[in-house]
């Protein structure tokens, strides 16, 4: 997952935001979630006119697996499901109404492949503050990672096997390892051939820290110019692999703090 800042969106144009707006009010004036329902069926389009302009964002990677390709063609998510939402935690009532003022939102789409689109569904946990009504959302508290908010993209962390995981310990942050676990889970991050990229990314990063550290021990021996340089061409490679435009940079990431170097602790902070 990436970090995607969303208030850096283009703005829809006039004739869009008008359309929108026309369309908002018949899903208020509907009189049953039957109609309400039919009109955002009948307006699918809509969203989609605005996917190249999601994909700018992130350089038209996956905002939740960093991918292109590996996870499918991309869709553009409604965060918050617009006709219903399933909320597994609570037994006695576990599909609700969606959120269906948020479906003609901007500031309510992401864009997702189609693999973890697929599987995320109408899912949408809600710990407390539900909104269940026309309102505001920011007292939500959810259990989906957001791509849109800093801290959570930091909630996530993978291993040589290309396994993504809480990056929170259980005992210690109880909360982040739960949305952690939730948000993989329901967006099947551990998809198998994402998982194998990851794993191939992997192998591809600690192959070049070893480079790195072997380049390293011969300069210090020999701190000649051609050795600096041959060292400074092996972490231009891991440069290039974490430039925004490359996929899976939080795997090449979390390779780099593995590897415990501290070069590549001062490579990250660049």
């Not at 569904?121 to 989906?144: C, M, T």
């Amino acid at each position: 997952m990436i970090y995607i800042d969303n208030t850096k969106l283009d703005k829809p144009n006039q004739k869009w935001l008008d359309k929108a707006a026309i369309l908002l009010q018949k899903l208020e004036e509907a009189v049953s979630i039957e109609e309400r329902n039919q009109i955002i069926d009948k307006n699918h389009r809509i969203w989609k006119l605005l996917k190249d302009s999601l994909k700018k964002l992130s350089h038209g990677k996956c905002w939740y697996s960093e991918t292109k390709n590996v996870y499918s063609h991309p869709h553009i998510d409604h965060f918050r499901p617009k006709k219903r939402s399933e909320d597994i935690f609570d037994k006695k009532n576990p599909l609700k109404d969606g959120y269906w003022w948020l479906t003609f939102d901007i500031t309510n789409y992401r864009l997702c492949g189609s693999v973890g689109n697929v599987k995320k569904g109408d899912h949408f946990a809600v710990k407390y503050n539900r909104v269940l009504q026309p309102g505001p959302i920011s007292d939500e508290v959810y259990y989906f990672l957001d791509p849109t908010v800093k801290e959570d993209v930091k909630l996530l962390n993978f291993d040589n096997n290309g396994t993504i995981k809480p990056s929170a310990p259980e005992a210690l942050e109880k909360w982040d390892y739960e949305r952690a676990k939730y948000t993989i889970e329901y967006l099947d991050l551990n998809y198998p051939d994402l998982q194998e990229a990851r794993r191939l990314k992997w192998q591809e990063t600690t192959i070049i820290i070893k480079e790195v550290n072997r380049l390293n021990s011969i300069f210090n021996n020999e701190p000649t110019n051609q050795n600096k340089n041959k060292k400074e061409s092996e972490k231009n490679k891991l440069r290039a692999m974490l430039s925004p435009k490359q996929e899976l940079t939080s795997t090449v990431r979390s390779c780099l703090r593995a590897s415990g170097e501290d070069w590549a602790y001062k490579l990250l902070e660049e």
